[in-house]
């Protein structure tokens, strides 16, 4: 409003105007105060960021959700334990004998023996050279019509020179389960076996036991989509110095995991009930109902009580929220 309609405006209309912008201003404020408030507690709660990238400043983190058992630390009784016990058919037995009596200083030999006390050492083999087994396809000549034949090689012998299965499986377990990386595998592999490998060899192996477990990464992400109940979550890391999302889609028995640039890539064909962590693109899913995770509502109160310091966050929450259709005890599922 310019100045000059400003002077038209009589007292009482010039006070409702003030009161009109002033509670304006305040609506604004409280719109902005809430949406910072929401974003210190993203912040705090610091959800799918590696904590790699935190730095020496690391955030505030929401407490264990874990309670005290009450329990000692250590095997509970009747836990089976694990204790080495003696084998009664030793590898390999190596028998002591005293050279002189302990009194007199009389020589002693094997035949004097009277008994024997025995001690057992378990130990890793002396690690041995490669075996190398050099297979050798004959070519036999038929006697009625004068044809040669050729033997076929073993399937998997496919080059003049290679390494065999025992290899790739040692890489394989060192690799994707124990999460070497592949300069420091190939340490390994030199130091433990005497096996030179570069990297691109150990990469190689693994692309082809991708390749034959293909078809069983298939049939368990069929078999996931189509369960009745499945959980659904993503988390980012980095490949090659890349940003990447890991999906995972699990049930009771099964765990799926899925590469992709794109978080919103989601798992196609579901069916059935997902448990997710209320992350929008979820809820694009067609034909599934939908259950949230107690353990990001768990989460989210604790963040409340120690990040915002409501002091009640079950109370502030849930009597605050609207009603809610009742949820199934056995799959957390909206009924």
């Known amino acids: 409003m310019d100045r000059a309609a400003l002077n038209e405006l009589t007292k009482g209309e010039l006070i409702e105007l003030v009161l009109a912008q002033e509670a304006r201003h305040a609506a604004e404020m409280a719109v902005l105060r809430e949406r910072i408030a929401e974003l210190e507690r993203r912040l705090g709660l610091n959800s799918g960021k590696p904590p790699s990238s935190d730095g020496l400043k690391k955030p505030p983190r929401v407490g264990n959700l874990r309670q005290p058992s009450g329990k000692q630390t250590g095997g509970q009784p009747g836990h089976p334990g694990k204790t080495l016990r003696r084998t009664e058919t030793p590898d390999t037995t190596v028998d002591h004998y005293p050279q002189a009596c302990a009194t007199c200083g009389t020589a002693l030999t094997a035949a004097m023996a009277t008994d024997h006390v025995a001690r057992q050492v378990f130990d890793l083999p002396e690690p041995r050279p490669l075996i190398v087994t050099e297979h050798r396809a004959y070519a036999c000549r038929c006697a009625a019509c004068g044809r040669q034949t050729r033997a076929a090689f073993p399937a998997g012998v496919t080059a003049p020179v290679q390494y065999g299965t025992r290899v790739a499986a040692f890489v394989l377990y060192l690799l994707h389960y124990q999460l070497l990386p592949e300069k420091r595998l190939a340490e390994v ?25 293909q078809g069983f990464a298939d049939a368990v992400r069929d078999q996931v989509a189509a369960a009745p109940l499945k959980h659904l979550d993503e988390t980012g890391f980095r490949i ?83 009603a809610t259709p009742p949820i199934s005890r056995a799959t957390g599922a909206y009924r």
């Not at 490998?197 to 692309?207: E, H, K, P």
Request: aromatic residues 6%; positive net charge; glycine residues 8%.
């Open 240 to 322: 090659g110095g890349k940003t990447q999302w890991l999906h995972i889609a699990s049930t009771v028995l099964l765990t799926f995991y899925r590469i992709s640039p794109k978080r919103g890539s989601l798992l196609a064909s579901v069916t059935g009930i997902v448990v997710h962590d209320h992350w929008k693109p979820y809820y694009t899913l067609e034909g599934v109902r939908h259950a949230l995770c107690n353990a990001h509502h768990l989460r989210e109160l604790k963040a409340l009580v120690e990040i915002e310091k409501t002091g009640h966050a079950g109370c502030s929450v849930c009597c605050a929220a609207p």
């Open 189 to 213: 592999m030199a130091d433990l076996f005497g096996v030179t490998l570069v990297t691109a060899t150990i990469a190689r192996i693994s692309r082809d036991a991708a390749r034959r477990c």
